[in-house]
Protein backbone atom coordinates (compact mmCIF):
# COMPACT_ATOMS: atom_id res chain seq x y z
CA UNK A 1 0.00 0.00 0.00
CA UNK A 2 2.66 2.22 0.95
CA UNK A 3 4.88 1.59 -1.93
CA UNK A 4 1.96 2.76 -4.33
CA UNK A 5 1.39 5.93 -2.44
CA UNK A 6 4.82 6.33 -3.07
CA UNK A 7 4.62 5.56 -6.57
CA UNK A 8 1.70 8.01 -7.47
CA UNK A 9 3.47 10.94 -5.22
CA UNK A 10 6.42 10.21 -8.28
CA UNK A 11 4.20 10.00 -10.96
CA UNK A 12 2.19 13.50 -9.53
CA UNK A 13 5.59 15.16 -9.06
CA UNK A 14 7.09 13.88 -12.35
CA UNK A 15 4.07 15.62 -13.74
CA UNK A 16 3.80 18.88 -11.40
CA UNK A 17 8.09 19.70 -11.63
CA UNK A 18 7.99 19.92 -15.77
CA UNK A 19 4.63 22.15 -15.81
CA UNK A 20 6.48 24.73 -12.92
CA UNK A 21 10.05 24.52 -15.05
CA UNK A 22 7.77 25.48 -18.10
CA UNK A 23 5.76 27.88 -16.08
CA UNK A 24 8.63 30.03 -15.10
CA UNK A 25 10.24 29.66 -18.70
CA UNK A 26 7.24 30.99 -20.43
CA UNK A 27 7.15 33.71 -17.65
CA UNK A 28 10.57 34.08 -18.35
CA UNK A 29 10.35 34.80 -21.88
CA UNK A 30 7.11 36.97 -21.48
CA UNK A 31 9.15 39.32 -19.35
CA UNK A 32 12.68 39.33 -21.01
CA UNK A 33 11.93 42.37 -22.75
CA UNK A 34 12.94 44.55 -20.01
CA UNK A 35 14.10 42.38 -17.59
CA UNK A 36 18.21 42.01 -16.44
CA UNK A 37 20.44 39.13 -17.52
CA UNK A 38 20.13 37.77 -13.91
CA UNK A 39 16.49 37.02 -14.35
CA UNK A 40 17.39 35.81 -17.72
CA UNK A 41 19.79 33.60 -16.72
CA UNK A 42 17.30 32.42 -14.09
CA UNK A 43 14.44 31.63 -16.51
CA UNK A 44 17.55 29.56 -18.15
CA UNK A 45 17.98 27.61 -15.00
CA UNK A 46 14.53 27.51 -15.06
CA UNK A 47 14.03 25.16 -18.11
CA UNK A 48 17.52 23.20 -17.58
CA UNK A 49 15.72 22.12 -14.18
CA UNK A 50 12.45 21.83 -15.70
CA UNK A 51 14.00 19.41 -18.10
CA UNK A 52 15.54 17.73 -15.23
CA UNK A 53 12.10 17.26 -13.58
CA UNK A 54 10.94 15.90 -17.15
CA UNK A 55 14.02 13.30 -17.26
CA UNK A 56 13.20 12.66 -13.90
CA UNK A 57 9.47 11.84 -13.52
CA UNK A 58 9.85 9.51 -16.79
CA UNK A 59 12.86 7.99 -15.23
CA UNK A 60 10.40 7.31 -11.69
CA UNK A 61 6.87 6.11 -13.96
CA UNK A 62 9.26 3.22 -15.13
CA UNK A 63 10.30 2.48 -11.93
CA UNK A 64 6.49 2.55 -10.82
CA UNK A 65 5.66 0.65 -13.53
CA UNK A 66 8.70 -1.81 -13.07
CA UNK A 67 7.09 -1.82 -9.51
CA UNK A 68 4.04 -2.55 -10.14
CA UNK A 69 4.94 -5.48 -12.26
CA UNK A 70 6.59 -7.30 -9.32
CA UNK A 71 3.47 -6.36 -7.71
CA UNK A 72 1.38 -7.83 -9.77
CA UNK A 73 4.23 -11.12 -10.26
CA UNK A 74 4.49 -11.86 -6.76
CA UNK A 75 0.55 -11.28 -6.22
CA UNK A 76 0.17 -13.98 -8.92
CA UNK A 77 2.30 -16.48 -7.52
CA UNK A 78 1.28 -16.03 -4.29
CA UNK A 79 -2.68 -16.48 -5.64
CA UNK A 80 -1.92 -19.28 -7.59
CA UNK A 81 -3.65 -22.37 -6.11
CA UNK A 82 -1.85 -25.80 -6.71
CA UNK A 83 -4.76 -26.98 -8.54
CA UNK A 84 -4.88 -24.10 -10.94
CA UNK A 85 -1.27 -24.76 -11.48
CA UNK A 86 -1.58 -28.86 -12.11
CA UNK A 87 -4.68 -27.97 -14.75
CA UNK A 88 -2.23 -25.66 -16.28
CA UNK A 89 -5.21 -23.19 -16.38
CA UNK A 90 -3.34 -20.18 -14.67
CA UNK A 91 -2.35 -17.43 -17.19
CA UNK A 92 1.24 -18.16 -18.54
CA UNK A 93 1.52 -14.31 -19.02
CA UNK A 94 1.72 -11.23 -16.52
CA UNK A 95 -1.15 -9.60 -17.63
CA UNK A 96 -0.86 -5.56 -18.05
CA UNK A 97 2.85 -6.50 -17.82
CA UNK A 98 4.87 -5.30 -21.13
CA UNK A 99 6.36 -8.21 -22.86
CA UNK A 100 10.00 -7.37 -22.64
CA UNK A 101 9.55 -6.79 -18.77
CA UNK A 102 12.48 -9.46 -16.99
CA UNK A 103 9.18 -10.29 -14.06
CA UNK A 104 8.39 -12.46 -17.29
CA UNK A 105 11.42 -15.27 -17.23
CA UNK A 106 11.49 -14.43 -13.09
CA UNK A 107 7.36 -15.34 -13.04
CA UNK A 108 7.91 -18.28 -15.56
CA UNK A 109 10.31 -20.01 -13.94
CA UNK A 110 8.69 -19.40 -10.43
CA UNK A 111 5.55 -20.97 -11.96
CA UNK A 112 7.56 -23.86 -13.46
CA UNK A 113 8.94 -24.57 -10.10
CA UNK A 114 6.14 -24.30 -8.25
CA UNK A 115 3.98 -26.69 -10.73
CA UNK A 116 6.81 -28.87 -10.04
CA UNK A 117 6.82 -29.15 -6.33
CA UNK A 118 2.78 -29.17 -6.44
CA UNK A 119 3.25 -32.42 -8.83
CA UNK A 120 5.38 -33.86 -6.32
CA UNK A 121 3.43 -33.25 -3.26
CA UNK A 122 0.12 -34.79 -4.96
CA UNK A 123 2.19 -37.67 -5.93
CA UNK A 124 3.05 -37.99 -2.41
CA UNK A 125 -0.34 -37.47 -1.08
CA UNK A 126 -1.67 -40.30 -2.91
CA UNK A 127 0.85 -42.39 -1.52
CA UNK A 128 0.59 -41.66 1.53
CA UNK A 129 -3.20 -42.22 1.65
CA UNK A 130 -3.01 -45.86 -0.66
CA UNK A 131 -0.55 -46.50 2.77
CA UNK A 132 -3.17 -45.06 4.96
CA UNK A 133 -5.40 -47.85 2.91
CA UNK A 134 -3.45 -50.85 3.20
CA UNK A 135 -2.69 -50.48 6.83
CA UNK A 136 -6.27 -50.08 7.47
CA UNK A 137 -6.76 -53.59 5.62
CA UNK A 138 -4.23 -54.77 7.30
CA UNK A 139 -5.22 -53.62 10.52
CA UNK A 140 -8.96 -55.12 9.81
CA UNK A 141 -7.72 -58.25 8.88
CA UNK A 142 -5.60 -58.44 11.73
CA UNK A 143 -9.07 -57.67 13.81
CA UNK A 144 -10.85 -60.50 11.81
CA UNK A 145 -8.01 -62.80 12.81
CA UNK A 146 -8.22 -62.28 16.25
CA UNK A 147 -11.88 -62.42 16.43
CA UNK A 148 -11.81 -65.35 14.43
CA UNK A 149 -9.12 -66.69 17.25
CA UNK A 150 -10.76 -65.53 20.29
CA UNK A 151 -14.14 -67.00 19.28
CA UNK A 152 -12.67 -70.04 18.92
CA UNK A 153 -13.57 -72.67 21.43
CA UNK A 154 -10.19 -74.65 21.00
CA UNK A 155 -7.50 -73.42 22.69
CA UNK A 156 -4.68 -71.87 19.97
CA UNK A 157 -1.11 -70.94 21.33
CA UNK A 158 1.76 -69.72 19.36
CA UNK A 159 5.69 -68.80 20.18
CA UNK A 160 8.19 -67.53 18.45
CA UNK A 161 11.32 -69.24 17.09
CA UNK A 162 13.11 -67.94 21.05
CA UNK A 163 10.00 -69.68 22.49
CA UNK A 164 8.39 -67.38 23.84
CA UNK A 165 4.44 -67.14 23.63
CA UNK A 166 3.02 -64.90 21.02
CA UNK A 167 -0.63 -66.11 20.90
CA UNK A 168 -3.07 -67.11 23.17
CA UNK A 169 -6.85 -67.09 22.19
CA UNK A 170 -9.43 -66.52 24.75
CA UNK A 171 -9.64 -70.41 25.34
CA UNK A 172 -6.37 -71.30 25.86
CA UNK A 173 -5.85 -68.64 28.85
CA UNK A 174 -8.60 -70.31 30.26
CA UNK A 175 -7.70 -73.82 29.95
CA UNK A 176 -3.60 -73.14 30.69
CA UNK A 177 -5.17 -70.31 33.29
CA UNK A 178 -2.95 -66.81 32.52
CA UNK A 179 -3.27 -63.54 30.51
CA UNK A 180 -0.79 -63.05 27.95
CA UNK A 181 -1.38 -59.17 28.11
CA UNK A 182 -0.62 -59.57 32.22
CA UNK A 183 1.36 -62.65 32.70
CA UNK A 184 5.26 -62.08 34.19
CA UNK A 185 6.57 -64.08 31.71
CA UNK A 186 6.09 -65.02 28.23
CA UNK A 187 8.57 -67.85 27.68
CA UNK A 188 6.88 -70.92 27.24
CA UNK A 189 8.68 -73.24 29.46
CA UNK A 190 8.32 -70.39 32.44
CA UNK A 191 4.54 -71.13 32.35
CA UNK A 192 4.00 -73.84 34.65
CA UNK A 193 0.57 -74.30 32.78
CA UNK A 194 1.82 -75.17 28.93
CA UNK A 195 4.74 -78.19 31.31
CA UNK A 196 2.49 -80.96 29.69
CA UNK A 197 2.46 -79.84 25.76
CA UNK A 198 5.75 -78.39 25.95
CA UNK A 199 7.96 -81.28 24.65
CA UNK A 200 5.57 -81.43 22.20
CA UNK A 201 5.72 -77.80 20.99
CA UNK A 202 9.73 -77.93 21.49
CA UNK A 203 9.79 -81.24 19.46
CA UNK A 204 8.28 -79.56 16.30
CA UNK A 205 10.20 -76.25 17.20
CA UNK A 206 13.33 -77.99 16.50
CA UNK A 207 11.89 -79.59 12.81
CA UNK A 208 13.53 -78.05 10.30
CA UNK A 209 10.91 -78.71 8.03
CA UNK A 210 7.62 -77.92 8.17
CA UNK A 211 5.46 -80.45 9.59
CA UNK A 212 3.37 -81.57 12.40
CA UNK A 213 3.40 -83.14 15.65
CA UNK A 214 0.54 -84.59 17.55
CA UNK A 215 -0.09 -85.72 20.84
CA UNK A 216 -3.39 -86.51 23.29
CA UNK A 217 -3.01 -85.16 26.69
CA UNK A 218 -5.27 -84.94 29.85
CA UNK A 219 -5.28 -81.54 31.21
CA UNK A 220 -6.82 -79.61 34.14
CA UNK A 221 -8.50 -76.19 33.33
CA UNK A 222 -8.70 -72.87 35.42
CA UNK A 223 -11.51 -74.74 37.78
CA UNK A 224 -10.03 -77.55 37.89
CA UNK A 225 -11.86 -80.04 35.92
CA UNK A 226 -9.46 -82.76 33.77
CA UNK A 227 -10.01 -83.42 30.24
CA UNK A 228 -8.43 -84.63 27.78
CA UNK A 229 -7.03 -82.46 24.41
CA UNK A 230 -5.56 -84.09 21.19
CA UNK A 231 -2.52 -81.24 20.60
CA UNK A 232 -1.35 -80.41 17.53
CA UNK A 233 1.95 -78.57 17.20
CA UNK A 234 2.71 -76.93 13.31
CA UNK A 235 5.91 -76.20 12.59
CA UNK A 236 6.02 -72.71 10.79
CA UNK A 237 9.34 -71.90 8.95
CA UNK A 238 10.67 -68.35 8.21
CA UNK A 239 9.22 -67.11 4.79
CA UNK A 240 12.24 -64.74 4.85
CA UNK A 241 15.68 -65.51 4.32
CA UNK A 242 16.88 -62.35 6.91
CA UNK A 243 14.93 -64.22 9.77
CA UNK A 244 18.56 -65.97 11.61
CA UNK A 245 18.33 -69.21 11.78
CA UNK A 246 17.24 -69.56 15.63
CA UNK A 247 17.91 -73.62 15.84
CA UNK A 248 13.91 -73.99 15.46
CA UNK A 249 11.20 -72.43 13.97
CA UNK A 250 7.73 -70.74 14.90
CA UNK A 251 5.37 -73.05 16.35
CA UNK A 252 1.16 -72.96 16.61
CA UNK A 253 -0.35 -75.13 18.92
CA UNK A 254 -4.05 -76.21 18.39
CA UNK A 255 -6.01 -78.23 21.08
CA UNK A 256 -9.02 -79.90 20.78
CA UNK A 257 -11.06 -81.03 23.09
CA UNK A 258 -11.35 -84.98 22.28
CA UNK A 259 -12.68 -85.83 26.18
CA UNK A 260 -16.76 -87.18 24.71
CA UNK A 261 -14.37 -89.34 21.93
CA UNK A 262 -12.25 -90.38 24.93
CA UNK A 263 -15.13 -90.93 27.30
CA UNK A 264 -16.89 -92.91 23.68
CA UNK A 265 -13.81 -95.40 23.44
CA UNK A 266 -13.63 -95.75 27.58
CA UNK A 267 -17.63 -96.79 27.60
CA UNK A 268 -17.06 -99.56 24.51
CA UNK A 269 -14.22 -100.58 26.30
CA UNK A 270 -16.63 -101.14 28.85
CA UNK A 271 -19.34 -102.31 27.21
CA UNK A 272 -16.92 -104.77 25.26
CA UNK A 273 -15.88 -106.25 28.68
CA UNK A 274 -19.42 -106.51 30.20
CA UNK A 275 -20.40 -108.24 27.19
CA UNK A 276 -17.36 -110.96 27.18
CA UNK A 277 -17.85 -110.76 31.00
CA UNK A 278 -21.90 -111.77 30.84
CA UNK A 279 -21.21 -114.34 27.89
CA UNK A 280 -18.22 -116.27 29.95
CA UNK A 281 -20.79 -116.63 32.74
CA UNK A 282 -22.91 -118.73 30.94
CA UNK A 283 -20.28 -120.62 28.69
CA UNK A 284 -18.92 -121.51 32.12
CA UNK A 285 -21.69 -123.28 33.20
CA UNK A 286 -21.63 -125.16 29.93
CA UNK A 287 -18.26 -126.17 30.36
CA UNK A 288 -18.23 -126.87 33.25
CA UNK A 289 -21.50 -129.55 33.26
CA UNK A 290 -20.72 -130.76 29.19
CA UNK A 291 -16.80 -132.17 31.14
CA UNK A 292 -18.65 -133.04 34.38
CA UNK A 293 -20.86 -135.21 31.98
CA UNK A 294 -17.98 -136.80 29.91
CA UNK A 295 -15.52 -137.09 33.06
CA UNK A 296 -18.72 -139.25 34.55
CA UNK A 297 -19.26 -137.29 37.37
CA UNK A 298 -23.17 -137.90 37.06
CA UNK A 299 -23.76 -141.38 39.15
CA UNK A 300 -27.86 -141.97 37.94
CA UNK A 301 -29.85 -140.45 35.56
CA UNK A 302 -31.71 -137.69 37.72
CA UNK A 303 -27.39 -135.91 37.70
CA UNK A 304 -27.69 -136.42 34.63
CA UNK A 305 -30.55 -135.03 33.59
CA UNK A 306 -29.86 -131.99 36.19
CA UNK A 307 -26.58 -131.74 34.33
CA UNK A 308 -28.35 -131.31 30.98
CA UNK A 309 -30.42 -128.77 32.85
CA UNK A 310 -28.10 -126.98 33.86
CA UNK A 311 -26.19 -126.56 30.29
CA UNK A 312 -29.96 -126.26 28.13
CA UNK A 313 -30.08 -123.36 30.56
CA UNK A 314 -27.15 -121.80 30.41
CA UNK A 315 -26.69 -122.10 26.43
CA UNK A 316 -30.71 -120.69 26.69
CA UNK A 317 -28.77 -117.45 28.53
CA UNK A 318 -25.75 -116.77 26.10
CA UNK A 319 -28.71 -117.08 23.08
CA UNK A 320 -30.80 -114.22 24.88
CA UNK A 321 -28.04 -112.14 25.71
CA UNK A 322 -26.57 -112.81 22.71
CA UNK A 323 -30.39 -111.83 20.94
CA UNK A 324 -30.77 -108.92 23.30
CA UNK A 325 -27.57 -107.35 22.25
CA UNK A 326 -28.33 -107.83 18.86
CA UNK A 327 -32.02 -106.37 19.17
CA UNK A 328 -30.26 -103.22 21.46
CA UNK A 329 -27.34 -102.97 18.92
CA UNK A 330 -30.16 -102.71 15.79
CA UNK A 331 -32.62 -100.00 17.71
CA UNK A 332 -29.44 -97.58 18.55
CA UNK A 333 -27.96 -98.05 15.00
CA UNK A 334 -31.55 -97.67 13.62
CA UNK A 335 -31.75 -100.74 11.43
CA UNK A 336 -34.48 -102.54 13.33
CA UNK A 337 -37.51 -103.06 10.18
CA UNK A 338 -40.14 -101.82 12.20
CA UNK A 339 -43.78 -102.63 11.25
CA UNK A 340 -45.99 -100.59 12.90
CA UNK A 341 -49.83 -101.88 12.77
CA UNK A 342 -53.24 -100.80 14.49
CA UNK A 343 -53.91 -103.64 17.34
CA UNK A 344 -54.90 -104.91 20.14
CA UNK A 345 -52.24 -104.61 23.41
CA UNK A 346 -54.39 -106.69 25.59
CA UNK A 347 -53.79 -109.62 22.90
CA UNK A 348 -50.03 -108.80 23.20
CA UNK A 349 -50.07 -108.62 26.91
CA UNK A 350 -52.35 -112.16 26.84
CA UNK A 351 -49.64 -113.55 24.81
CA UNK A 352 -46.70 -112.30 26.92
CA UNK A 353 -48.52 -113.57 30.39
CA UNK A 354 -48.96 -117.02 28.54
CA UNK A 355 -45.51 -117.01 27.86
CA UNK A 356 -44.24 -116.09 31.77
CA UNK A 357 -46.56 -117.77 33.31
CA UNK A 358 -44.91 -121.15 33.50
CA UNK A 359 -41.77 -120.00 35.45
CA UNK A 360 -43.64 -118.06 37.96
CA UNK A 361 -45.69 -121.52 38.49
CA UNK A 362 -42.63 -123.22 38.79
CA UNK A 363 -41.25 -120.48 41.62
CA UNK A 364 -44.97 -120.71 42.93
CA UNK A 365 -45.49 -117.26 42.17
CA UNK A 366 -48.87 -115.65 41.98
CA UNK A 367 -49.05 -114.46 38.59
CA UNK A 368 -52.63 -112.11 37.96
CA UNK A 369 -53.58 -110.27 35.46
CA UNK A 370 -55.62 -107.26 35.70
CA UNK A 371 -56.31 -105.82 31.66
CA UNK A 372 -58.83 -103.20 30.62
CA UNK A 373 -62.49 -104.63 29.58
CA UNK A 374 -61.83 -101.82 26.77
CA UNK A 375 -60.23 -102.79 23.69
CA UNK A 376 -57.07 -100.77 23.71
CA UNK A 377 -56.00 -99.80 19.88
CA UNK A 378 -52.12 -99.12 19.66
CA UNK A 379 -49.87 -98.51 16.38
CA UNK A 380 -46.96 -100.65 17.63
CA UNK A 381 -44.57 -103.61 16.15
CA UNK A 382 -45.99 -106.40 17.80
CA UNK A 383 -42.58 -108.69 18.47
CA UNK A 384 -40.72 -105.71 19.92
CA UNK A 385 -44.07 -104.48 22.63
CA UNK A 386 -44.34 -108.32 22.88
CA UNK A 387 -40.28 -108.80 23.88
CA UNK A 388 -40.68 -105.35 26.32
CA UNK A 389 -43.48 -107.24 28.34
CA UNK A 390 -42.37 -110.07 28.33
CA UNK A 391 -38.73 -108.83 30.08
CA UNK A 392 -40.96 -106.60 32.33
CA UNK A 393 -43.09 -109.62 33.59
CA UNK A 394 -40.16 -112.10 33.53
CA UNK A 395 -38.31 -109.26 35.60
CA UNK A 396 -40.83 -109.27 37.91
CA UNK A 397 -40.94 -113.12 38.03
CA UNK A 398 -37.13 -113.31 38.91
CA UNK A 399 -36.58 -110.93 41.28
CA UNK A 400 -40.25 -111.34 43.43
CA UNK A 401 -39.53 -114.05 46.66
CA UNK A 402 -41.65 -117.06 46.48
CA UNK A 403 -45.29 -116.79 47.54
CA UNK A 404 -45.72 -113.32 46.59
CA UNK A 405 -47.54 -111.85 43.74
CA UNK A 406 -47.07 -110.01 40.09
CA UNK A 407 -49.73 -108.03 38.44
CA UNK A 408 -49.77 -107.29 35.14
CA UNK A 409 -52.26 -104.16 34.48
CA UNK A 410 -53.48 -102.26 31.08
CA UNK A 411 -55.28 -99.16 31.19
CA UNK A 412 -56.45 -96.18 28.57
CA UNK A 413 -55.91 -92.99 30.15
CA UNK A 414 -57.23 -89.77 27.84
CA UNK A 415 -55.07 -90.03 24.27
CA UNK A 416 -52.62 -92.77 26.40
CA UNK A 417 -52.82 -96.51 26.67
CA UNK A 418 -50.51 -97.55 29.40
CA UNK A 419 -49.70 -101.42 31.18
CA UNK A 420 -47.89 -101.71 33.69
CA UNK A 421 -46.29 -105.04 35.98
CA UNK A 422 -46.44 -104.29 39.36
CA UNK A 423 -44.41 -106.68 41.69
CA UNK A 424 -43.83 -107.80 45.36
CA UNK A 425 -40.32 -108.05 45.46
CA UNK A 426 -37.50 -106.43 46.83
CA UNK A 427 -37.79 -102.81 45.24
CA UNK A 428 -35.01 -100.33 44.22
CA UNK A 429 -33.27 -97.58 45.89
CA UNK A 430 -33.79 -94.03 44.48
CA UNK A 431 -30.28 -94.66 42.65
CA UNK A 432 -31.16 -97.83 41.29
CA UNK A 433 -34.33 -96.76 39.83
CA UNK A 434 -32.37 -94.67 37.23
CA UNK A 435 -29.65 -96.97 36.75
CA UNK A 436 -31.59 -100.24 36.09
CA UNK A 437 -32.29 -98.57 32.72
CA UNK A 438 -28.20 -98.92 31.61
CA UNK A 439 -27.07 -101.70 30.06
CA UNK A 440 -25.64 -104.22 32.29
CA UNK A 441 -26.95 -102.83 35.23
CA UNK A 442 -27.40 -105.17 38.04
CA UNK A 443 -28.81 -104.22 41.26
CA UNK A 444 -26.80 -106.51 44.24
CA UNK A 445 -29.61 -108.17 45.57
CA UNK A 446 -31.15 -109.18 42.21
CA UNK A 447 -27.86 -110.74 41.24
CA UNK A 448 -28.23 -112.79 44.66
CA UNK A 449 -31.81 -113.43 43.05
CA UNK A 450 -31.35 -114.59 39.70
CA UNK A 451 -29.48 -114.70 36.62
CA UNK A 452 -29.84 -112.34 34.19
CA UNK A 453 -27.92 -109.71 31.30
CA UNK A 454 -28.57 -106.35 32.47
CA UNK A 455 -30.17 -105.88 29.22
CA UNK A 456 -33.84 -106.71 29.52
CA UNK A 457 -34.71 -103.12 30.71
CA UNK A 458 -32.04 -101.00 28.46
CA UNK A 459 -33.63 -102.89 25.44
CA UNK A 460 -37.86 -102.50 26.77
CA UNK A 461 -37.06 -98.90 27.53
CA UNK A 462 -35.53 -98.11 23.85
CA UNK A 463 -38.28 -100.35 22.61
CA UNK A 464 -40.96 -98.09 24.08
CA UNK A 465 -38.97 -94.88 24.13
CA UNK A 466 -37.42 -94.42 20.64
CA UNK A 467 -39.04 -97.28 18.87
CA UNK A 468 -42.45 -95.77 19.62
CA UNK A 469 -42.37 -92.69 21.33
CA UNK A 470 -43.87 -93.87 24.90
CA UNK A 471 -42.35 -93.99 28.08
CA UNK A 472 -41.04 -96.79 30.73
CA UNK A 473 -40.94 -95.18 33.95
CA UNK A 474 -40.47 -97.03 37.52
CA UNK A 475 -41.72 -96.16 41.13
CA UNK A 476 -40.63 -98.51 43.33
CA UNK A 477 -40.98 -98.53 47.45
CA UNK A 478 -38.02 -100.91 49.09
CA UNK A 479 -38.97 -104.40 50.42
CA UNK A 480 -42.88 -103.46 48.99
CA UNK A 481 -42.10 -104.03 45.34
CA UNK A 482 -41.84 -102.15 42.19
CA UNK A 483 -44.30 -101.38 39.32
CA UNK A 484 -42.69 -100.76 35.83
CA UNK A 485 -45.36 -99.27 33.64
CA UNK A 486 -45.20 -98.67 29.65
CA UNK A 487 -47.01 -95.73 28.46
CA UNK A 488 -47.91 -95.56 24.84
CA UNK A 489 -49.67 -93.19 22.42
CA UNK A 490 -53.24 -94.77 21.47
CA UNK A 491 -53.94 -96.13 17.53
CA UNK A 492 -55.97 -93.02 16.60
CA UNK A 493 -53.27 -90.39 17.87
CA UNK A 494 -50.31 -92.24 15.96
CA UNK A 495 -51.61 -92.50 13.09
CA UNK A 496 -52.39 -89.65 12.80
CA UNK A 497 -48.54 -87.99 13.46
CA UNK A 498 -47.45 -90.76 10.83
CA UNK A 499 -50.00 -89.19 8.64
CA UNK A 500 -48.01 -86.14 9.08
CA UNK A 501 -44.98 -87.35 9.02
CA UNK A 502 -45.54 -89.01 5.60
CA UNK B 1 -9.10 -137.32 57.00
CA UNK B 2 -10.06 -134.99 54.04
CA UNK B 3 -8.87 -131.89 53.01
CA UNK B 4 -11.36 -129.05 53.38
CA UNK B 5 -12.20 -126.60 50.23
CA UNK B 6 -14.19 -123.36 50.84
CA UNK B 7 -16.20 -122.23 47.21
CA UNK B 8 -16.97 -118.54 46.80
CA UNK B 9 -19.27 -118.02 43.73
CA UNK B 10 -22.67 -115.84 42.89
CA UNK B 11 -23.85 -117.98 40.18
CA UNK B 12 -24.76 -121.45 41.48
CA UNK B 13 -24.12 -123.69 38.95
CA UNK B 14 -20.29 -123.31 38.79
CA UNK B 15 -20.50 -123.77 42.47
CA UNK B 16 -22.59 -126.65 41.64
CA UNK B 17 -20.13 -128.14 39.52
CA UNK B 18 -16.90 -127.20 41.48
CA UNK B 19 -18.42 -128.79 44.65
CA UNK B 20 -19.32 -132.00 42.53
CA UNK B 21 -15.93 -132.52 40.98
CA UNK B 22 -14.08 -131.90 44.34
CA UNK B 23 -16.78 -133.90 46.82
CA UNK B 24 -16.39 -136.67 44.20
CA UNK B 25 -12.47 -136.70 44.87
CA UNK B 26 -12.77 -137.01 48.30
CA UNK B 27 -12.83 -133.18 49.36
CA UNK B 28 -14.52 -131.77 51.77
CA UNK B 29 -16.48 -128.87 50.70
CA UNK B 30 -18.72 -125.79 51.50
CA UNK B 31 -20.13 -123.57 49.62
CA UNK B 32 -21.13 -119.23 49.82
CA UNK B 33 -23.00 -116.89 47.51
CA UNK B 34 -20.61 -114.28 48.31
CA UNK B 35 -17.96 -112.83 50.27
CA UNK B 36 -19.87 -112.23 53.37
CA UNK B 37 -21.09 -115.34 53.62
CA UNK B 38 -17.94 -116.98 53.01
CA UNK B 39 -15.97 -115.11 55.64
CA UNK B 40 -18.89 -116.02 58.28
CA UNK B 41 -18.04 -119.83 56.95
CA UNK B 42 -14.48 -119.34 57.97
CA UNK B 43 -14.75 -118.11 61.34
CA UNK B 44 -16.22 -121.29 62.44
CA UNK B 45 -14.54 -123.84 59.93
CA UNK B 46 -10.89 -123.64 58.81
CA UNK B 47 -10.45 -124.82 55.13
CA UNK B 48 -7.14 -125.91 53.46
CA UNK B 49 -8.07 -124.21 50.48
CA UNK B 50 -10.60 -121.76 49.31
CA UNK B 51 -11.68 -121.21 45.69
CA UNK B 52 -13.59 -117.35 45.37
CA UNK B 53 -15.29 -115.72 42.54
CA UNK B 54 -13.73 -112.12 41.45
CA UNK B 55 -17.45 -110.71 41.19
CA UNK B 56 -19.93 -111.16 44.03
CA UNK B 57 -22.49 -109.03 45.56
CA UNK B 58 -22.03 -107.78 49.30
CA UNK B 59 -18.54 -108.60 49.40
CA UNK B 60 -16.27 -109.04 46.04
CA UNK B 61 -13.38 -111.90 46.22
CA UNK B 62 -10.54 -109.43 46.37
CA UNK B 63 -12.38 -107.80 49.56
CA UNK B 64 -12.77 -111.41 51.22
CA UNK B 65 -8.86 -112.40 50.28
CA UNK B 66 -8.25 -108.87 52.20
CA UNK B 67 -9.60 -109.45 54.65
CA UNK B 68 -8.40 -113.32 55.40
CA UNK B 69 -4.76 -111.78 55.43
CA UNK B 70 -5.85 -109.39 57.79
CA UNK B 71 -6.34 -111.88 59.88
CA UNK B 72 -4.52 -114.56 62.01
CA UNK B 73 -6.18 -117.47 61.42
CA UNK B 74 -6.40 -117.01 57.74
CA UNK B 75 -3.35 -115.58 56.62
CA UNK B 76 -1.47 -118.00 54.87
CA UNK B 77 -4.73 -119.83 53.70
CA UNK B 78 -4.14 -120.86 50.40
CA UNK B 79 -6.10 -119.43 47.35
CA UNK B 80 -7.83 -119.78 43.93
CA UNK B 81 -9.45 -117.37 42.01
CA UNK B 82 -11.69 -117.80 39.62
CA UNK B 83 -12.96 -114.86 37.55
CA UNK B 84 -14.79 -114.39 34.22
CA UNK B 85 -12.35 -110.49 33.88
CA UNK B 86 -10.66 -110.29 31.20
CA UNK B 87 -7.25 -108.03 30.45
CA UNK B 88 -8.30 -105.84 33.30
CA UNK B 89 -7.18 -108.02 35.86
CA UNK B 90 -3.89 -109.47 35.92
CA UNK B 91 -2.79 -112.69 37.57
CA UNK B 92 0.31 -111.71 38.19
CA UNK B 93 -0.55 -108.73 40.09
CA UNK B 94 -3.36 -110.65 42.31
CA UNK B 95 -0.29 -113.18 43.24
CA UNK B 96 1.91 -110.78 44.07
CA UNK B 97 -0.18 -108.18 45.84
CA UNK B 98 -3.04 -110.64 47.34
CA UNK B 99 -0.52 -113.67 47.58
CA UNK B 100 -2.87 -116.02 45.83
CA UNK B 101 -1.80 -119.20 44.37
CA UNK B 102 -3.39 -118.95 41.13
CA UNK B 103 -5.90 -117.61 38.76
CA UNK B 104 -8.22 -119.37 36.83
CA UNK B 105 -10.26 -117.39 34.38
CA UNK B 106 -13.32 -118.84 33.37
CA UNK B 107 -15.00 -120.46 31.36
CA UNK B 108 -12.97 -123.02 33.67
CA UNK B 109 -12.83 -126.68 33.89
CA UNK B 110 -13.37 -128.59 36.79
CA UNK B 111 -11.09 -130.98 36.23
CA UNK B 112 -8.24 -128.38 36.07
CA UNK B 113 -9.70 -126.91 38.90
CA UNK B 114 -9.28 -129.93 41.05
CA UNK B 115 -5.56 -130.76 39.65
CA UNK B 116 -4.53 -126.84 41.03
CA UNK B 117 -6.46 -127.86 44.60
CA UNK B 118 -4.85 -131.05 44.58
CA UNK B 119 -1.62 -129.58 44.11
CA UNK B 120 -1.86 -126.84 46.69
CA UNK B 121 -3.00 -129.32 49.50
CA UNK B 122 -0.13 -131.37 48.10
CA UNK B 123 2.53 -128.94 48.53
CA UNK B 124 1.11 -128.10 52.20
CA UNK B 125 0.99 -131.36 53.05
CA UNK B 126 4.80 -131.82 52.29
CA UNK B 127 5.53 -128.74 54.16
CA UNK B 128 3.29 -129.88 57.12
CA UNK B 129 5.52 -133.12 57.19
CA UNK B 130 8.44 -131.34 56.69
CA UNK B 131 8.25 -129.09 59.50
CA UNK B 132 6.71 -131.70 62.00
CA UNK B 133 9.70 -134.21 62.78
Known amino acids: ?58 VLARAAVEHQAACR ?208 TPLAGIRAYVELLADGDADDEQTREEFLGVITGQADRLQRLVENLLNIARIEAGVVAVSKESQSLNDILEEAFHLVQPSAEAKQIELASDLSPMYLSVRVDRDLILQAAINLLSNAVKYTPSGKSVVLRSRVDGLDVWFEVEDTGVGLSEEDQHKVFEKFYRVQKDKEMAAGTGLGLPLAKHIVEDVHGGRLTVRSVADQGSTFRIQLPAAAKVSTAVGAGA | ?85 GYELSEAEIVATYGVSKLLRKPFSPRELLSHVQELVETGALAAAAGSP
Open chain 1, 73 to 280: CLELLVRTEDEVLRNSTAPAQLNGVPAASPWHVVYAQLRQRLKDHSERLSEGEMMRAGLKLKSRRFQDKLERIEQILSGLADPVVACDEYGELIVANRAAEQLLGFNVQTAQTRILRELTACTPVLELIDDAKRRRSAGQRVGEFELCDADGRKRWYRVTAVSMLAQDAETPDMGGSRVVAFFRDISVEKDIQKRNAEFVSAVSHEMK
Open chain 2, 1 to 85: MSYKVLLCDDEPHILRAAQIKLQRNGFDVRTAFDGEEGWRILQEWTPDVMVTDYQMPRLDGLGLIARCRADEATRSLKIIMLSAK
Open chain 1, 1 to 58: MKTHIKTNLYAVGSVILPAAALLIAWAAVQSSVGLTETLFRCSLLSIVLAAVGVYTSV
